[in-house]
T-cell receptor
Framework: GAVVSQHPSRVICKSGTSVKIECRSL??????MFWYRQFPKQSLMLMAT?????????EQGVEKDKFLINHASLTLSTLTVTSAHPEDSSFYIC?????????????FGQGTRLTVV | AQTVTQSQPEMSVQEAETVTLSCTYD???????LFWYKQPPSRQMILVIR??????QNATENRFSVNFQKAAKSFSLKISDSQLGDTAMYFC?????????????FGKGTSLLVTP
């Protein structure tokens, strides 16, 4: 149980276009979802936290107009990178917290490698 | 601000041997949680072990155990009987109740290589 599916696993887009990444909890209700960014050989940095039905809370330095996060249901959160540029190329990982589990349990998606050309 | 420090960027251990990965953290919180995550080449994050700060007993999960020293704010991971499949990045992480709702704060990671 507690599976998080992230899609797509890899995406290449042209500079200036937008790309959407989906994060789904397959067998549980995700009250909170987290979006992280990981540069090569570096750690995971929290970008934003989203709760179902409310606006996402962004970390300092993360542009909310560039990284649009929507958490419209208890099983789906999306991250849209708008007007992507090469510097947005990175590995994006979502994680979800389950309603019925310990608040500190985080279940991770498999990540999305974004390349902007 | 909460910080997590992993001072060993890379480590190597021979198969069947024991290795210890270091982690220190800084916080003014009293109620918090510590974790070790493994990230293999697939980049899927896998929980290795967790420790509640209010528990004095060190957590153990099969070949993995921690040495939690609360006063020293130290949380090291010991891997016994290392296996080739243990080769991965290991991240120490910290969380507490905050505006970010128990988001994880990660250290920079230690790349562990297990050699035959």
């Amino acid at each position: 149980g507690a599976v998080v599916s992230q899609h797509p696993s890899r995406v290449i887009c042209k500079s200036g276009t937008s790309v959407k990444i989906e994060c789904r909890s397959l067998d549980f209700q995700a009250t909170t979802m987290f979006w992280y960014r990981q540069f090569p050989k570096q750690s995971l940095m929290l970008m934003a936290t989203s709760n179902e039905g409310s606006k996402a809370t962004y970390e300092q330095g993360v542009e909310k107009d560039k990284f649009l996060i929507n958490h419209a249901s208890l099983t789906l959160s999306t991250l849209t990178v708008t007007s992507a540029h090469p510097e947005d190329s990175s590995f994006y990982i979502c994680s979800a917290r389950a309603r019925a589990r310990k608040v500190t349990e985080a279940f991770f998606g498999q990540g999305t490698r974004l390349t902007v050309v | 601000a909460q910080t997590v420090t992993q001072s060993q960027p890379e480590m190597s251990v021979q198969e069947a041997e024991t290795v210890t990965l270091s982690c220190t953290y800084d916080t003014s919180e009293n109620n918090y949680y510590l974790f070790w995550y493994k990230q293999p080449p697939s980049r899927q994050m896998i929980l290795v072990i967790r420790q509640e700060a209010y528990k004095q007993q060190n957590a153990t999960e099969n070949r993995f155990s921690v040495n939690f020293q609360k006063a020293a704010k130290s949380f090291s991971l010991k891997i016994s009987d290392s296996q080739l499949g243990d080769t991965a990045m290991y991240f120490c992480a910290f969380t507490f109740s905050s505006n970010s709702g128990y988001a994880l704060n990660f250290g920079k990671g230690t790349s562990l290589l297990v050699t035959p």
